[in-house]
Structure formats: C-alpha cells, structure tokens
C-alpha cells in the first residue's frame, strides 16, 4: 500500500480545510444553530412534544444528518472536481497509487470534515436543548457509516460533473429536498398514510430514522432496516467508484 | 541491457473516433535525452499521458523499466515524473507544500532536503513559502518541473517545458536538463523550439499525424540530412546564371547580387573547387562568400512537409 499518498491526499485536503475554516466549519455550524434558534427555540417551544420527546431535542438528529450529508457531498465533490477543473489531476492520475489509496485519501479527509462539523453541531445543541444519547455506539455508527457513504457519493458526482452548475445541482435540487421530506423536522407518522407511504421511498428517511433511533429510541422504521439501507447505499457507491477506476469514467481519456 | 521505456504497436483511438497514434514503435534508452518533435495535434502529448498513465492505450504494449505499465504500474509510474505542458498549479497551496505533496503521492517519505536542493536549483528557494497563483507564469513552470522532480524520477517527461518562458529562464532550464542527465536520468522532451532539441537532445524523434517517422541521432540526423551551403556575394548584380554553370543548380537571389550553391559534405568531391574554377571563367567575381548548415528545423520542416 502507498501509505504515504494517502497521508498526502489527506494532509492536502485537511489542509485545505482549515484554510478554508469559515466556509468549512463556521458556516454550516451556523446555519445549524439558526434552526436550532428558529425551530427549536422559538417555534419548537409551540410545539408539543413528538413520542415524548421535545421538539427542540427531536429536530437535532434530523439536523445533524441534514449538515453532515451536505457537507459530506460538498467537501467531497469539490475534492476531485477541482483538481479535474485546474488540470493538477494529471498528478494524481500518474502517481503509484491504486483506486482505493486515492479514494482513502479523499473520502477519508471528506469524511474527518464531516465527523468534525457533526460533533461541533451536537455539542453547539447541547446548549440550546436537552439532548440524551441512548446508544452511543449505534449514533457512531450510523454518522460514520452516512459520512463515508455521502463522501463516496459526493466523489462520485465530483467526477461526473462537467461544470460548476452540475454540481450544484444534484445537493440542491436532489439530496436537500430528500433531507427535508426524510423526516428532519417530524416524524413521518405524523404524516397522511398515503405520504407515509410515498417516504419510505426516500432512502434518506431510514438513515435519519436509524440516527434519532440511537438518541431517543424513537424511529419510523425498524433500526435493522435503517442500518441494511444505510449499510446498502454504501455498498452501491463503493462499487460504483470501482468502475469509475477501472473504466477511467471522465478521468482518464 | 533493456531500454527504460519500450513502446510497440500503440495505439490510441479517442471516444470520438479520432486516432491520436497509429502503431507506434519507440524505444528510449537509459540516461539520454530525447527530443519528441512535432507539429500540434501529432501525438506528442498523447503518447506520453499514455506512458504515464493518464490516458488509456487502445492497444500497444508500453514497458518502463522493463516492466508492463497496467499489470506493475506502482513500479513504472514510481520511475516517471511528468511535466505538463499545462500550466496546472494548485493556486491556493505554497511551493514548498505543492511539492512535499507531489513526493507523498509518488510514495517516497518526506525529505526537506531534497526538497530545498531542487527548489535551489531551479532558483525557487526564496518562493518556498510563496502560493502559485502568487507566481509569475515562469515560476509557475519552474514549480511543475519542482513537483516533477521531487520525488527523484528516473526517467523524466518534459512535454513543451519552456512554451512561454523567457529566454533567461529557458537557458536555466537547459541548465537543469542538462545537470539531470549527467546524474542519469533519462529526459524526454517535447518541444516547438527545435533549437532547445538541437541544443539538447542525443537523439530526436519526429512525429506526425500519430506516426514516428524518424528516430535518429541528432548528430548522425544533422550529418545525413543536413545540407550546406555556400553563398557568394558578388561585386556586380548579374542577370543570370551563364549557361556553362547549369550542372552547379546554382540560386540567384531576387536583388541578383547573391548567388547559392548547395552541396553535399559526404561526397568526395563537393564541387567547389570545379564552380569557383567556372566562375573564375565566366568572369563573375565576388566580394565575399560564407558557409552555412542547414539546422534541425529546416530538417523537421522538409521531413514533416514530406509526410504531408
């Protein structure tokens, strides 16, 4: 293994980071402690309680899934479509490095970004709301899982884009609207049966359902069912970045 | 002894249909310079993203080091350093991170000295904490040739690495070929400047339309197809040339003043003697005369203007 081009990958990307704090961190922090203000201070108090739980403490899961899977695309995206677009690709592309070294390198440094922007989210919370963790190890779990597999789908559309626009597009016009319909802000059994239904197609309702789950053993559908999905949506990117370098797909020519 | 690189029956056809090489055979031998010439849209630069990696070969095999470039590409690929023709930087990173980058990726553990000897050769030590985008467009060039060498090639890949730079830092550049290859390392250069190929090249390749048309020494390829000349200049203009000097094929320039003689330096006998006899008959006479050596670029034109 080329250990040492994975930690350059990571290095440069980590780097990348925190030269780029306010875009990185302190933005989606504060855009997370906006909802938190909005929906779970000022509206939330209005609101009763969902399964016994307060409506403040039951949007932070949803929250936290919300900012880590957009971050998770965002980081990693932009990670392999800028080199893509300035032509420094060519680097990597000659280097002695596998696919999965390069990956490693950039879903790696993609998913410390997000585990970062996640607990600075959860610990910002805990000073708005009450927050209990009920399985601490299955909340690891499914965040490490999301981020990994966000991070992969994020380098998969970092590939594919041909231009700024695209990818923009999918995280806006796709990923975002699936985050607020999977149940960020309620939970899908307060909506009519036959939109009970029409969610359970929306993959992203599992994995917030499985993440709530694990903090107040609250969920819409089973935790096995979340974990296989979850479990599922990784596997089929992983694959699908496999091909990507066995083919060359829109890196080599 | 087997050459460092060994290319047979390359091809590359792109997703469009075009194809960029058509069965090329090339070798590269250990430790020279070779200079890849050619016109734009040739191959120059497809035939070494394919040897680096970057492109995919539709068919061919490509040996670095006398080892298959798919099935060992970590040892080939660890051998090579490319500069682009490009002028692709990380804008947002400093010179000395950019580099340490580049080592990292070709697998070598850090190592701040080789780092700050080849920043020093290429005069880019004070810019070591500098950004790219903070760089004119010759330090910029300077930095990829860096990144290139960071991780200690042994078979570097210079695709036009002085397109654009002023003649200062051109001649630097020469400087640090010319260093690198007495250190061993085997350089390939593509270039649009055939004096940079004359002045460094041990043997030149030319290409066109994705074929390679010749491959030669640049002495034995200047000796054999090199022409010289030798041009008189003449006390009075003269109308014509005289009937009696036919054989000689003799030029006689627009203002009638000069006149040119082309002859071949691997006769025996070259004709001058025989022509300034005749010229001494006829009556001509000159005020002075020069010799003159056809160079590389009128050899690339004419070869390349022959494979049209």
């Not at chain 1, 399964?51 to 957009?70: K, N, W």
């Not at chain 1, 989210?121 to 779990?141: K, R």
């Not at chain 2, 339309?209 to 002495?219: D, S, Y």
Request: with cysteine.
């Amino acid at each position: 293994m080329n250990f040492y081009a994975v930690k350059a990958i990571y290095r440069y990307e980590m780097a990348r980071m925190f030269r780029t704090v306010v875009q990185s961190i302190v933005a989606p922090v504060l855009s997370t402690s906006l909802y938190f203000v909005i929906f779970g201070s000022a509206i939330g108090s209005r609101i009763t309680e969902i399964d016994g739980v307060s409506y403040g403490s039951f949007i932070v899961p949803g929250l936290i899934m919300l900012s880590i899977m957009t971050e998770s695309i965002s980081n990693s995206s932009f990670a392999i479509y800028f080199p893509k677009f300035t032509g420094t690709i060519f680097e990597v592309l000659s280097a002695p490095v596998s696919y999965g070294e390069v990956v490693l390198g950039y879903v790696g440094a993609a998913t410390t970004k997000s585990l970062i922007i996640g607990a600075i989210i959860l610990t910002t919370a805990s000073f708005f709301v009450d927050i209990e963790i009920a399985h601490p190890l299955v909340m690891v779990t499914f965040l490490l899982l999301t981020c990994v597999s966000f991070c992969l789908f994020g380098f998969i559309l970092g590939v594919w884009a041909t231009g700024w626009e695209k990818l923009t597009i999918v995280p806006i016009l796709v990923i975002m609207p699936l985050t607020f319909l999977g149940g960020t802000f309620y939970s899908i059994s307060m909506l009519p049966p036959v939109w009970q239904t029409i969610s359970l197609f929306n993959p992203v309702v599992y994995l917030i359902s499985g993440f709530r789950w694990s903090f107040y053993e609250n969920a819409d559908v089973s935790v096995g069912l979340s974990l296989g999905i979850t479990v599922g949506f990784l596997v089929v990117c992983l694959l699908i970045v496999r091909w990507i370098f066995k083919t060359g797909y829109r890196l080599r020519s | 002894m087997h050459p460092t690189i060994s290319i047979k029956g390359l091809t590359k056809t792109y997703a469009g249909g075009f194809q960029a090489l058509k069965s090329v055979d090339l070798e590269i031998n250990r430790g020279e310079i070779f200079a890849l010439l050619g016109p734009n849209g040739a191959g120059k630069t497809t035939l070494i993203n394919v040897v680096c990696g970057i492109a995919n070969a539709t068919s061919g095999e490509i040996l670095v080091d006398g080892k298959d470039i798919d099935t060992a590409y970590r040892h080939t690929r660890s051998k090579i350093g490319l500069v682009p023709q490009e002028m692709a930087s990380e804008s947002f990173e400093t010179v000395w991170n950019t580099c340490r980058f580049s080592r990292g990726l070709f697998g070598k553990p850090a190592s701040p000295a080789h780092l700050e000897k080849v920043l020093t050769s290429l005069s880019l030590w004070d810019k070591k904490d500098t950004i790219s985008m903070e760089l004119s467009g010759g330090m910029k060039r300077r930095v990829l040739i860096a990144k290139a060498l960071s991780h200690e090639p042994e078979i570097l890949f210079l695709d036009e690495p002085t397109a654009g730079v002023d003649v200062e830092l051109r001649q630097d550049m020469w400087n640090v070929v010319a260093a690198l290859s007495e250190e061993g390392v085997t350089v390939i250069l593509t270039t649009h400047y055939i004096e940079e190929a004359e002045q460094l090249a041990d043997r030149v390749g030319v290409i066109n339309h994705g074929e390679i048309i010749l491959v030669e020494e640049k002495e034995k390829l200047m000796r054999d197809l090199g022409k010289k000349q030798l041009v008189l200049h003449l006390q009075a203009p003269l109308a014509e040339v005289p009937a009696q000097l036919a054989d000689y094929h003799l030029e006689l320039s627009d203002d009638r003043k000069d006149l040119t003689f082309s002859y071949d330096t691997r006769q025996n006998s070259t004709g001058i003697t025989a022509l300034l006899s005749e010229l001494r008959n006829a009556d001509i006479h000159f005020n002075d005369l020069e010799t003159s050596q056809s160079s590389l670029e009128d050899i690339f034109v004419d070869l390349v203007h022959k494979d049209q």
